[in-house]
């Protein structure tokens, strides 16, 4: 049942998110998938005030766990600092834990989300550096925003992307994963640093 509903949301966010942007994200263990999609790249949404962000991501680690995530983000500059943009909304969190302990390694959550983007100012021509961009986010779900035996649910990521050529971006990053469950002591599902390419559009 996991393996249909991961394919066909895959196959979904590649179609959709053909306009803003699609990733993968390898390390040792670890083959992450995300998708993003931006309302500035949509042209019937161009004309309001307020941006936003939807996005997917598909994570499959050795240890038999998976996890997929579609989240919706409201995003806007914060104009006292330049370059940055922070992002509020929520999340909704599917996994499988595999040899993680609990009775029911199935768990739901609906995390809150927050994002810190910032854009590094470009540098003179002459230094002919490219575009470098750095992001923060954190995710959390206490007991009343987790389902069934699931209790919490956080998520720290810390990544860095430069764009090598137009349109292609190299980026890099940390992530832990945590899902606490009902009786069990061990809560952490995945950490680990990863690299990949992003395709954007």
């Known amino acids: 049942m996991f393996k249909k509903i991961a394919l066909t949301t895959l196959c979904m966010s590649t179609i959709l998110f053909a306009e803003s942007g699609i990733g993968l994200n390898i390390n040792e263990k670890d083959l992450e998938i995300e998708g993003i999609i931006d309302s500035r790249n949509l042209e019937a949404l161009q004309t309001s005030s307020n941006i936003y962000q939807a996005d997917v991501n598909f994570l499959y680690d050795d240890e038999n766990a998976k996890l997929i995530g579609v989240g919706l983000v409201s995003t806007n500059k914060v104009e006292t600092l330049q370059g940055v943009e922070a992002s509020f909304g929520t999340k909704f969190i599917w996994a499988e834990v595999g040899n993680h302990g609990a009775t029911n390694n199935s768990f739901t959550a609906l995390p809150l989300v927050v994002k810190i983007r910032y854009t590094v100012p470009p540098l003179p021509v002459v230094y002919n550096v490219p575009t470098m961009v750095l992001e923060g986010r954190y995710l959390y779900a206490p007991k009343v925003l987790?389902?069934?035996?699931?209790?919490?649910?956080?998520?720290?990521?810390?990544?860095?992307?430069?764009?090598?050529?137009?349109?292609?971006?190299?980026?890099?990053?940390?992530?832990?994963?945590?899902?606490?469950?009902?009786?069990?002591?061990?809560?952490?599902f995945n950490t680990g640093f990863y690299g990949g390419l992003k395709f954007t559009y």
């Not at 430069?162 to 952490?188: C, F, M, P």
């Open 146 to 188: 987790a389902f069934g035996d699931s209790e919490e649910y956080n998520e720290f990521r810390l990544n860095g992307e430069v764009e090598i050529i137009k349109n292609v971006n190299l980026y890099a990053g940390y992530r832990n994963i945590q899902t606490k469950y009902k009786g069990v002591t061990n809560s952490l």
